[in-house]
């Protein structure tokens, strides 16, 4: 089971860096976005409060989660892992585990 966890993490890893540049239209691959690495400011893809917005509207169409304001926002959108771990947490709320 902890391998399933394990892989089912890392697909949905992969599968909101492939959303992030394809809605920002990054000039980068999926696989040169760090999971820990900071989405916004230097040292990441210097994303910009434009680009928030479409994410949360990206993350929304396709998870369902609603992000329900900028300090959500501030918080979920930190890095990969950050959104990784809002949308697990959101989809382990639908599915009634925990």
């Known amino acids: 089971m902890c391998d399933f966890v394990m892989d089912t993490t890392a697909a949905l890893k992969l599968d909101l860096k492939r959303l992030m540049v394809e809605n920002l239209m990054l ?10 690495q900071p989405l916004f400011g230097p040292g990441g893809p210097g994303l910009d409060s434009v680009d928030a ?20 926002a501030r918080q979920i959108l ?9 949308v697990a947490k959101h989809q382990n709320k639908l599915t009634g585990n925990s």
Request: proline share 8%; charged share 30%; net charge negative.
């Open 27 to 36: 000039q980068i691959r999926p696989e040169e976005i760090g999971d820990d």
């Open 78 to 86: 930190q890095s990969v892992n950050t959104i990784t771990a809002a």
């Open 53 to 72: 917005l479409q994410l949360v509207v990206a993350i929304d169409k396709k998870y369902g989660l609603k992000i329900p304001d900028p300090e959500a």
